[in-house]
């Protein structure tokens, strides 16, 4: 289940920053979430400079990047786990692109596993131990950060 997608000027890194960026989130998202590598989805879609504006000035004139990344967890997991992908992910882009800290901007979305499917089988169904011992870990935690 775990997506994230960084939106990027057309133009602005290598194929070889793209590799890196994309590799290193693969293996956080792993690491934080405890999730398998296998089920970590990583991408980059690249805007047009002349479709990108940042602070109203399209990026193709002002030369600004400033990168946008979402990503999507199973609702329930933690706020620390979310919140550490967010550092994550916002350490990435600064180190690997070299884009202003101040410039990124990202989103997490929580998404309710029986809206989510894993060939074509509701993620409720098929991660259903997984999901109540998070349950249960937050419970026991006295219900923060979920």
């Known amino acids: 289940m775990p997506i994230v997608n960084f939106h990027l000027v057309a133009g602005t890194s290598t194929p070889e920053q793209d ?3 994309l590799g290193r989130a693969s293996a956080l998202y792993a690491e934080v979430l405890a999730s398998p590598i296998e089920r970590v989805r990583a991408f980059i879609t690249p805007h047009d400079p002349e479709q990108f504006a940042v602070a109203g000035e399209l990026a193709s004139v002002s030369g600004q990047h400033a990168p946008f990344f979402d990503f999507i967890v ?23 692109l070299g884009v202003r800290r101040e410039r990124v901007r990202g989103c997490c979305r929580r998404v309710d596993p029986v809206d989510w ?5 509701p993620a409720s169904e098929l991660r259903r131990s997984e999901i109540a011992a998070r349950a249960e870990a937050a419970a026991a935690a006295g219900g923060h950060g979920a």
Do not use: A, K
Not at 76 to 91: A, E, K, S, W
């Open 19 to 21: 590799e890196r960026l």
């Open 74 to 96: 199973l609702d329930g997991r933690p706020l620390d786990q979310r919140q550490q992908l967010m550092r994550g992910f916002t350490d990435l882009l600064v180190e690997v």
């Open 117 to 121: 499917s894993i060939g074509g089988e």
